[in-house]
């Protein structure tokens, strides 16, 4: 990973434009034998070229045969070991929808569930109920009053999901998940795993049982599941171990909530932005931002559905705006996924994933013609952890300088 | 990095000779797109053939992205982590000339400056006398007594540069440098950075107040400065750690004191001596010695210039010498650089560096047909830590014996 205590002493206040773009689940398999992958398969002449003349490689997102969540992806992009920084779920869900989790808060990732007249579950995901119906019942579950004063913080993120922040003294996030997985039970109690934790827990269940009460009639949403208790992971910022000024652009609140934690400034999208969008964004940004991380969330989701030639869509769709980015002249683009999701396997999986670095100052030409994941086995950048990234951006943007003499 | 306490488990007292020919920032990039670097220009058949047949790779000096200075990157090449291993600037250029720098001792590197009468710098490097001029002054400083019967040893580098080296009891290197780095000031004083150092600062300063007076009259050079205070940082030996008796041929002194601190014998060169000079001491060496070390300067000189065609040069005449090298038959020749200097950047950068692995017995051809980045980037050796490269000249020697059983 980067070496923090290094960069603080190597990173100068000035230098290149950074603008780091991760299509989320980008590497991919042949569906068949003998096939390409969607990242070979796709249209995409603005990639290819910047892939012939730049330096590619592939990039290991945690370990070796490690398929990680978007948190520790993303983290690991941004040089923090994801196997030494853990964030909790509850922690990510919360700030990014724009809840504040601050030093002893306890944030927590809530479910609307739907059970039956025995408070025995019978849809885990309320009829995944839209964003809008699932704010009709967050507004619900303002202001539930807890013992000492604890305040509790609630807020809708996407359909059935919400986030839950607990502020107050004494507070200890080391609480196991409510949601029993299944259906045909009542949702768990709180249940703390370590002593330090029982206050709370209590606090926890003490709201449950309110918010029970306030969801009552409001099928299919008529009951909660909580899970990922966490806190502030307390991450070293941006701002302190590389000396950057920097923006997110990104839809999903997972990606604006790990940006915000390491002291990106989220700037304002549109969930319905396209990469046209979101790229007319980060060329705005900057004019002001040393370095801009923006996040294309599609590739990712199409992967999962297993539907491969939407994700060939929407790699084109991403290299038909590209224009829009190259025209902000960065001095630094890379352009990665944060772990490969083949639409074959329809999950996240471990496959290292193909990374361009473009710098045409400082990037080492290859032998590579196009951008690919068997192109990129042979590229400049070889294999190399995800999380030595930002020290290969720092360089190339000249922010960094020599290590002795 | 090298694992000591495997070597010192692992190695043997006997095997194969082994020489690292290391060209200093030997890595480049080409000038402009679609071009070669310099190493892939050069006229080089003898090198050129070395790699066919045996096996490259690209290194990496310090971590990636990280630019090293001459120091930490050579430790990387003797196995050494720099980033663990730390050696003070006025170390080196000390016992680069030959000064013995022992436990406890506190080394500095000394300019000449001029100063006006007022005593504030005009000239940060007093007019760049020569060696010749810097000696006649180093003559004047000798044996300035110092409070406690302190020693103060003195001796000049190259042009306006010398080192000092402090010997007895209680002495402290945590001293900030007292060149200004500016003219139209006066020389900063010794100050101490920790409490303990006072005592070293209060001689320190003494010093250079008698050496102030000897020095008038003797404009350009009629005042000091110093910087990198430093001691021995008792690095462990190659005797110990590799069980190799080794020597170093090198004619400049940054490279001859980070050898002699890992414990090689620095043999005799002249400053004039041409790769071929050098290779013949080596030849000469191989005799007597398991490992030789030798190091050619100007392919990061001409780096630093910017200076392409000349850096081109510099490799052709390495290559013309070669067979002096091969002649005398090593099991294992290593062709490496330090670090890249390309002259497109006119700097030591992050880039990997080159390297080539020839031991006929046992080295694994890859299918390379020339010497230079591109090709490495498809080799045997990957690209691997430079502080890895010890471990497998060992191997290669058979000078390793199987771990476990």
Chains 1, 2 share one sequence.
């Not at 995944?128 to 009709?136: L, V």
């Not at 019942?137 to 509790?152: E, S, W």
């Not at 299944?182 to 206050?199: H, Q, R």
Request: aromatic content about 6%; charged content about 25%.
């Amino acid at each position: 990973m980067a070496n923090f205590d290094l960069m603080r002493r190597l990173t100068v206040n000035e230098g290149g434009k950074i603008v780091l773009l991760v299509m989320d689940g980008l590497g991919g398999l042949p569906m068949t034998p003998g096939g390409f992958t969607e990242l070979e398969t796709a249209y995409k002449p603005n990639m290819d070229k910047l892939a012939r003349e730049g330096s590619v490689g592939l990039s290991i997102p945690v370990a070796r045969g490690v398929a990680p969540g978007s948190g520790p992806a993303h983290l690991a992009l941004f040089g923090y070991d994801p196997l030494v920084y853990d964030i909790g779920r509850g922690v990510l869900e919360g700030i990014g929808i724009g809840l504040e989790v601050n030093e002893g808060d306890v944030a927590v990732r809530g479910n609307f569930c739907t059970v039956d007249a025995a408070g025995k579950i019978t849809d885990r995901r309320a009829g995944r109920i839209d964003t809008e119906e699932g704010a009709k019942r967050v507004a619900l579950l303002q202001d539930i009053p807890l013992a000492d004063g604890v305040k509790a913080e609630v807020k809708i993120a996407e359909g059935y999901r919400f986030a839950l922040v607990l502020r107050g003294a004494g507070l200890n996030p080391e609480i196991e998940d409510t949601d029993p997985q299944i259906t045909g039970v009542t949702p768990l109690p709180a249940k703390a795993s370590i002593p330090e934790a029982e206050y709370t827990a209590k606090l926890v269940n003490q709201w449950i049982a309110e918010a029970g009460k306030r969801l009552k009639g409001q099928e299919p949403a008529n009951m909660v599941t909580l899970r990922g208790f966490a806190t502030d992971p307390r991450l070293p910022k941006y701002s302190d171990v590389y000396k950057l000024k920097a923006a997110c652009v990104a839809v999903y609140p997972m990606y604006r909530g790990v940006a915000r934690l390491v002291g990106m400034d989220v700037l304002h999208t549109e969930h319905e932005d396209t990469p046209a969008d979101e790229f007319r964004r980060v060329a705005e940004a900057l004019k002001t931002y040393d370095f801009v991380f923006v996040h294309i969330k599609p590739t990712d989701s199409r992967g999962e559905d297993g539907n491969f030639d939407g994700k060939v869509k929407v790699i084109e769709q991403v290299d038909a705006a590209l224009p829009i980015l190259l025209e902000a002249n960065p001095d630094v683009l890379i352009i990665t996924g944060d772990h490969s999701t083949p639409a074959k396997y329809r999950a996240h999986s471990w496959h290292p994933v193909p990374t361009l670095l473009y710098a045409p100052e400082t990037h080492m030409p290859d032998r590579v013609e196009a951008y690919g994941e068997r192109e990129c086995m042979h590229g400049a950048l070889g294999q190399f952890p995800a999380a030595d990234l930002m020290q290969m951006a720092l360089a190339h943007a000249k922010r960094l300088v020599k290590y002795g003499a």
